[in-house]
């Protein structure tokens, strides 16, 4: 099916679609980030956790694993951060 005025793809079985509106990327995008800056706090928190039981514990690999998770949570974190701006800058930029 093909809609005038409309920029169209048609897939090798014949079926034409419209392409996606960058909107609607530009709130996925921003889903995204939000969804990796939450999960990322969660799992810096829970690393934070498990490192302070290893320290208390003195359990040394206990200690490490948690770091990690915590270093691994800020990644996660920082970049929904960065989903994020983008999507902001994007939306800015075409209003």
Do not use: C, W, Y
Not at 28 to 42: K, V, Y
Not at 48 to 55: A, F, L, M, T, Y
């Amino acid at each position: 099916m093909h809609f005038p005025g409309v920029a169209s793809d048609t897939k090798p079985d014949g079926i034409t679609v419209a392409p996606e509106e960058p909107m609607a990327d530009r709130r996925d995008l921003h889903r995204d980030g939000t969804e990796n800056r939450i999960e990322g706090a969660a799992e810096e928190l829970e690393g934070k956790i498990r490192g302070g039981v290893g320290d208390a514990v003195d359990d040394h690999d206990e200690h490490l694993k948690g770091r990690a998770k915590e270093m691994k949570g800020k990644v996660k974190k920082k970049f929904g951060e960065v989903q994020q701006d983008i999507a902001n800058r994007d939306r800015d930029r075409n209003r």
